[in-house]
C-alpha cells in the first residue's frame, strides 16, 4: 500500500506543531497507542525537522509526514529526516514539481478548481482543500468534486470532531486532517493522556462514519 491509500486507510492526519522536539516520540507512541498510526508534523516550528528524525529513528510503523512545508530545502530536510510525505498549504510549483521529479508523495493545498488542475496537470490526483471551512467547507467540496472525478480531497482547516461527519460523508474525501486531536498546549504542557484520549475519540468517530 503507498503513502497515499495508507492515509485514506487511517481517514484522519493530525496536523501537529512542536516547540521541542523532546515532545515528538512520546507524541509519536501516543499516536500509535490510540489507533492512529500517522503524524504530520509542521515546520511552522523550529523544531519540526527535529522532531521527524526523533519519530523515524524511536517510532516505527508511524506514518510521518512534514506540513506546512514552502521551500524546497525544508523538503530536502523533511526527507533527510525520515519524512514519508509533504503537506502544503499552498500550491507551489517549485515545491511541488521538486517532490513529483524525485517521486515524493505530495499533497499540495489548493481551494478551487484552478489548484486542482495544476495538480492534475503534474499526475496528483490527491490534494489538500486548505483551509476547508474558510474556503466554502462542504459545499465548495462538493462542487469541486463534480468535474473531476479522480481526484480525492484532504480537507484541512477548521475540521473538527463537530464537523468531522459532514467531511468524511463527502465520497471523494479521502482523509481529514486538522490539529483538534493534538492540541499544541496539551503537548507542550507534557499532557499525553489527554492527547491520547482526544485521538481515540476522533478515531472511534472515523471509523464510525467509515467503517
Ligand atoms: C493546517 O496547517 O493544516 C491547519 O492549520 C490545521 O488546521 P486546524 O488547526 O484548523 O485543524
Same mark, same amino acid.
Given at each position: 500500500m503507498n503513502v497515499l491509500e495508507q492515509l485514506g486507510k487511517n481517514l484522519l492526519v493530525p496536523v501537529i506543531k512542536l516547540e521541542? @522536539?523532546?515532545s515528538a516520540t512520546p507524541l509519536a507512541e501516543t499516536l500509535l497507542a490510540s489507533g492512529l498510526p500517522v503524524a504530520e508534523i *509542521?515546520?511552522? *516550528? @523550529?523544531a519540526a525537522g527535529a522532531a521527524i528524525r526523533s519519530i523515524s529513528r524511536d517510532v516505527s510503523d508511524v506514518l510521518l509526514g512534514a506540513g506546512t512545508v514552502l521551500t524546497v530545502d525544508q523538503v530536502k530536510e523533511a526527507m533527510d529526516a525520515g519524512a514519508m510525505f509533504i503537506v502544503t498549504p499552498g500550491f507551489n510549483p517549485a515545491v511541488v514539481d521538486y517532490c513529483v521529479e524525485q517521486r515524493i508523495p505530495i499533497t499540495p493545498g489548493i481551494n478551487n478548481p484552478t489548484g486542482v488542475e495544476a495538480a492534475l496537470a503534474r499526475g496528483l490526483s490527491v490534494v489538500k482543500f486548505f483551509p476547508a471551512e474558510a474556503s466554502g467547507g462542504v459545499k465548495m467540496l462538493k462542487a469541486m468534486s463534480a468535474p473531476y472525478a479522480d481526484v480525492r480531497y484532504v480537507p484541512t482547516g477548521g475540521v473538527a470532531a463537530a464537523n468531522l461527519a459532514e467531511y468524511l460523508s463527502?465520497? *471523494?474525501?479521502?482523509a481529514v486532517g486538522g490539529s483538534w486531536m493534538v492540541p499544541a498546549d496539551k503537548i507542550k504542557a507534557g499532557d499525553f493522556e489527554a492527547v491520547g484520549a482526544l485521538v481515540r475519540e476522533a478515531v472511534s468517530l472515523a471509523r464510525s462514519l467509515r467503517p
Open positions: 521541542s @522536539a523532546d *509542521t515546520f511552522r *516550528t @523550529a463527502v465520497p *471523494t474525501v479521502l
